[in-house]
């Protein structure tokens, strides 16, 4: 197995009693868009990125008690990443959700890209049903929900850090603006 195998069947042991907006799955779409930005950013490092995304949520303070990311440290010491790389991977996971409380952008590329790619997973069809599932989860109204679109969702297209991800996210961007308006007409009819 490679190391990516193993880190895809390390977040699904991580996750497995989570279901909604937050699971492996998440992890995983995150993974996709991560490498699909990466391919079309010059300079950045594909392991850092790859790895970095798969686990940006090992240590998510919401699911789990750990502290110093050690989910993520543990798997990568266990395989055998050098630690140089292992503070660059940890550098980029800690900025994907440093920056969004802060609102500063993350400082390395990877960490960019993978903050990106979680933002993407936010958006469009699978963002709608994350929206959906975390209100449900918390108790709250669908109005609430759709609130959570105007708040934050539909910002996300401008805020992107790189052009690839800001063009990925035009016709996600554009599916929300789509069901939002067809909301609205059922909502009067
Ligand atoms: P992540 O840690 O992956 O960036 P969050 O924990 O911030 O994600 O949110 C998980 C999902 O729940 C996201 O899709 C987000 O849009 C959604 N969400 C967060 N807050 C709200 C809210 N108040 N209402 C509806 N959806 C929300
Ligand atoms: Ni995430």
Not at 16 to 23: A, S, T, V
Not at 69 to 75: E, I, L, P, V
Not at 147 to 175: I, W
């Amino acid at each position: 197995m490679t190391i990516m195998d193993e880190g895809i069947d390390y977040i699904k042991t991580l996750f497995r009693d989570n279901y909604g907006g937050h699971d492996a799955d998440h992890s995983m779409r995150v993974y996709r868009n991560a490498i699909r930005i990466a391919g079309e950013e010059p300079g950045a490092d594909l392991e850092i990125v790859s790895l970095a995304a798969l686990l940006h949520d090992a240590d998510d303070h919401k699911l789990f008690q750990t502290r110093n990311n050690a989910n993520a440290r543990t798997f990568l010491r266990n395989h055998f990443i050098a630690p140089e790389k292992v503070e660059k991977i940890i550098t980029a996971i800690n900025a994907v959700s440093f920056s969004q409380n802060r609102g500063r952008r993350p400082d390395t590329l990877e960490g960019k890209i993978v903050q990106d790619a979680d933002r993407l997973d936010a958006i469009g069809a699978v963002g709608i049903a994350r929206a959906f599932a975390f209100g449900g989860e918390h108790g709250r109204s669908l109005e609430s929900s759709i609130g959570h679109f105007h708040e934050k969702l539909l910002l996300l297209k401008d805020e992107m850090n790189t052009e690839s991800a800001r063009r990925m996210a035009e016709e996600r961007h554009a599916y929300m603006l789509g069901f939002l308006e067809e909301y609205a007409k059922e909502k009067e009819e």
